[in-house]
């Protein structure tokens, strides 16, 4: 039985991050008692490399997190060479916190559903709990990753290094990077993106971001 409280990785490639995210990683430091850490990837393994640069992902998740104490933005993945495979991420916090102190990879259903497509995942549950966000519209997990992983409550996470996963109810958000890009480039608000990651994004010029205009477009159009 250990007794110190886990350390949660939540991994993600945040072009940009948004407010499920954080929604998100509060919500597992609340049940967890202990600090998440936000990891960006350099080389997503599994996806086009992001719009964003490392640098830009690094500041707007700061930005995002300013608030939330229990929030840590972690650059080791964006210091490290070639494609961000979890499995050597996971390698190295298991090796920096020793063999006891419980482990635990967060993200959301959609992922949960593909985990059985990623780098070598069968060694994961000998190294980290999950813990699963509910995402609107995922698909069901691979029952190969289900059974690799047992269902279990926040307390028997802390009470074991490995191998179990938490399946949080909430919250449940339909935001994602995708739509919030597409949003900026049409000229749009997203109720998804924290008002300092907009500023710094109009700023950064990026998304081919269309600042707001003053008028509401619509009226604007009627007086054409
Ligand atoms: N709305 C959401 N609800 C729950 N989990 C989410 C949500 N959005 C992202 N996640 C999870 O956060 C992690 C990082 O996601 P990512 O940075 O790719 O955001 P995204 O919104 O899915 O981006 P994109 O639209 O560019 O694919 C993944 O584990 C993903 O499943
Ligand atoms: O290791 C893998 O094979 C792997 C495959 C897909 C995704 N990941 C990681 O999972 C996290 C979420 O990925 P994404 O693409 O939804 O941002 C992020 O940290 C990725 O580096 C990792």
Not at 139 to 144: E, F, N, R, S, V
Not at 145 to 167: H, I, K, Y
Not at 187 to 192: I, K, V
Request: with cysteine.
């Amino acid at each position: 039985m250990t007794s110190s409280a886990p350390l949660a990785l939540y991994g993600g490639t945040f072009d940009p991050v948004h407010a499920a995210h954080v929604a998100a990683a509060r919500a597992v430091a609340a049940a967890l008692g202990g600090p998440v850490h936000l990891l960006p990837n350099a080389v997503p393994p599994h996806r086009p490399q992001p719009y964003a640069s490392p640098a830009q992902r690094l500041a707007m998740l700061q930005l995002a997190a300013a608030d939330a104490p229990e929030l840590k933005v972690d650059d080791w993945e964006l210091r490290q060479p070639g494609p961000s495979y979890t499995l050597a991420t996971l390698e190295h916090f298991r090796q920096h916190i020793g063999p006891e102190r419980p482990l635990v990879w967060v993200v959301g259903a959609d992922s949960f559903a593909s985990l059985h497509h990623w780098h070598r995942w069968q060694h994961y549950p000998a190294l980290c709990h999950l813990a699963v966000l509910p995402r609107p519209g995922a698909a069901a997990a691979d029952p190969a990753v289900a059974a690799a992983f047992t269902s279990a409550d926040a307390a028997a996470l802390r009470g074991q290094p490995a191998g179990l996963r938490l399946m949080l109810t909430a919250p449940c958000l339909e935001h994602s990077s995708t739509a919030i890009r597409t949003a900026l480039a049409a000229g749009q608000r997203h109720p998804g993106l924290d008002a300092g990651v907009a500023d710094f994004i109009y700023r950064e010029g990026l998304y081919n971001a269309r600042h707001l205009p003053t008028l509401d477009r619509n009226s604007q159009d009627s007086h054409d």
